[in-house]
């Protein structure tokens, strides 16, 4: 993160159109893992006596290789892709909502000090919940119709807005767009954990530096995402649990709580299933922040230069402008006096 102690160099808005560009450029590189995390996420095990599938497709997946392997040979190497427009505008806008409220709290936390000084551990760790919060509450439809479109099966395969009314349409009504809010909510803990890292990591082992170098951006941000997956991997397997279709062995019943979705879980493959999907879920996110990092560094940086160029711009036509105002002035005001001249005389 750029933001430091002390008046930052760019607006909220600023920060989060840099964040968020950063996130879609990072989560497009790296979207087929996030297809075949999704589909090992859902996916239980079924045993020899269960009367219906458990899971919504009724492919297996042995592991992230034979995910992928699996989805190239029944969907071709779209299925890779599938549902990837939504997600990237759930992307998009999670993290400009996330980046534009996490500059606002911080820059206001900093503010109200009498002696501004960078936030401790457990204030970052507040201030990033705080900013995801507020993000997921808006957000959280875009989240829930890309699960259902990366779960879809091969032959009911369907548009974001086709998707959506799909949602709308279920048992829980529109209502059903904030499916796994809770369970958000609980998770904003993890991009807390995340850039309260990153920020504890940067001062760590980069110290008084303002600008860090792409390696160490990415490092900064890969470390600070691989602590927090792995704290709050069973939380995110029951989030996508609940944003999916309800397997056939529930007979269309959705859950009503990840609480529920984590003893199904449980009760079919062990509580050691909670953390399936954490390879891909750990390499995704160590990819998307190490890249989102960097990228956002560089455009921070980009966004500077370009407020300081329009910053002169302005500057400069003002000055154009005054200088117009006074000679257009010294014009006037002789011509002015000599009119003014008689007058006085009688």
């Known amino acids: 993160m750029s933001a430091r102690a002390g008046e930052p160099p760019l607006p909220p808005w600023g920060n989060a159109l840099a964040g968020a560009t950063g996130a879609v450029l990072a989560n497009a590189i790296v979207y087929p893992l996030d297809i075949v995390k999704t589909r090992l996420q859902v996916q239980v095990k079924r045993k020899p006596t269960d009367q219906a599938p458990l899971t919504t497709n009724d492919v297996h997946y042995a592991s992230s290789l034979d995910a992928i392997k699996k989805i190239v040979e029944d969907e071709g190497i779209f299925g890779l892709y599938s549902g990837i427009n939504g997600s990237l505008i759930g992307v998009a806008s999670t993290n400009f909502a996330y980046f534009y409220w996490y500059s606002v709290v911080r820059t206001l936390y900093i503010s109200y000090q009498s002696v501004p000084k960078s936030p401790n551990t457990a204030t970052e760790l507040s201030l990033g919940a705080t900013a995801g919060a507020i993000a997921q509450v808006f957000t959280i439809p875009v989240s829930v119709v890309t699960t259902r479109q990366q779960t879809q099966p091969k032959g009911d395969k369907k548009g974001l807005i086709d998707t959506g009314k799909e949602v709308a349409h279920s048992e829980d009504g529109w209502t059903g767009l904030w499916r796994g809010l809770k369970a958000s909510l609980v998770l904003v803990v993890n991009p807390a954990i995340t850039y309260g890292a990153y920020q504890r990591l940067r001062e760590l082992f980069f110290s008084g530096k303002t600008s860090l170098r792409p390696w160490e951006s990415f490092f900064l941000g890969a470390a600070s995402k ?49 953390f399936k999907g954490i390879a891909p879920q750990i390499t995704k996110g160590i990819l998307v922040q190490g890249l ?52 006085l005389t009688k």
Not at 243 to 267: C, L, N
């Open 226 to 274: 691989a602590l927090a997956t792995i704290a709050t991997q069973p939380l995110i397997v029951a989030k996508v649990g609940l944003q999916s279709r309800p397997p056939p062995a529930r007979q269309g019943k959705p859950f009503k709580s990840f609480i529920e979705v984590m003893t199904y879980i449980i009760e079919h493959e062990g509580p050691m299933a909670l």
């Open 292 to 343: 989102l990092m960097m990228t956002k560094e560089r455009m921070e940086v980009l966004f500077i230069v370009l407020f300081a160029y329009i910053r002169r711009l302005k500057s400069e036509k003002l000055q154009q402008a005054a200088e117009a105002a006074a000679a257009k002035a010294k014009e006037v005001l002789p011509m002015e006096a000599k009119q003014a001249l008689p007058m």
